[in-house]
């Protein structure tokens, strides 16, 4: 492996692994469970994270007793970047509805949002119990224990996960990227190879296994792996945010957006 590319690894590993604790714009819902069938009928604005703000935001404040509605206005802070507001909606609605694993999910994910990884960890230990596991939220432990450098622990959590959901992509992005992180390029290659094996894999694990691939020098094959049966712009704009990152060698505080990762809120 190049020196250079072994310099990127700290700068775009350690932003892999925060992507996938965050999880995205896409997460509205991730491991929080769905809300009830009120709340959804009066309105569904979540395509649209500004305005999800809004409309929540404006019930919530009309009914901040509302768990669900602390829920949803969370998720929507969360989706549009406001990840200290996040935290304090969705931690004022666990102290008035103490032991609501749904909202200890979201408040968990928004902690880890905002980087507070240890105590995100604490509080998603609370969101489910041994007897009892949700693979989402053991995944998201994973991701907050690797941001905390603690490895061999984080990828107990994973492997706990896909006992639970056997070869769950999203989940073996993650491991993947736990791999990259304690710079075991081949078995992280190995491990996204077989969430981009899968049917369900998405657009984010692709990317993924392009950029490792790339880190280990093989440039034309990590190409054709982001482009591969995809329309020509898309396939464009994937090559293109793929030398994106892999440039971040020769300066690895350049700008970029985070690594694509796969997302947590697929049907379990």
């Given at each position: 492996?190049?020196p ?19 999880g995205?714009c ?10 009830n ?153 190995e ?23 790339g ?54």
């Open positions: 492996m190049q250079s590319l072994a310099r990127l690894l700290a700068s775009a590993a350690a932003t892999a692994i925060l992507a996938a604790t965050l995205g896409q997460t509205m819902s991730d491991i929080t469970g769905s809300l069938s009120k709340t959804q009928a009066s309105a569904s604005p979540d395509a649209d994270p500004r305005r999800a703000v809004e409309a929540y935001g404006e019930r919530y404040r009309a009914n901040p007793k509302d768990a669900d509605l602390a829920l949803r206005y969370g998720q929507a802070l969360r989706a549009t970047g406001q990840r200290a507001q996040a935290v304090a909606v969705l931690e004022q609605a666990t102290i008035a509805h103490a032991g609501n694993k749904a909202l200890l999910a979201g408040y968990g994910r928004a902690l880890a949002d905002n980087g507070n990884f240890q105590q995100a960890f604490d509080v998603l230990s609370r969101a489910h119990s041994p007897d009892n596991p949700d693979w989402r939220i053991l995944s998201v432990q994973g991701t907050a224990l690797d941001q905390l450098g603690r490895h061999d622990e984080a990828r107990l959590y994973y492997a706990s996960a896909l006992k639970i959901v056997p070869d769950e992509p999203s989940v073996l992005s993650n491991l993947g990227l736990s791999y990259v992180l304690s710079k075991d390029l081949p078995k992280a290659e491990t996204l190879r077989r969430a981009y094996a899968s049917t369900r894999a998405d657009a984010r694990v692709r990317q993924n296994l392009g950029l490792v691939v880190l280990q020098g093989r440039f034309a094959e990590a190409e054709s792996i982001v482009k591969a049966d995809l329309p020509s712009e898309e396939a464009a704009a994937n090559v293109a945010y793929l030398k994106q990152m892999l440039s971040r060698k020769d300066n690895p505080r350049a700008g970029g957006g985070t690594m694509p990762v796969a997302s947590l809120n697929r049907p379990g």
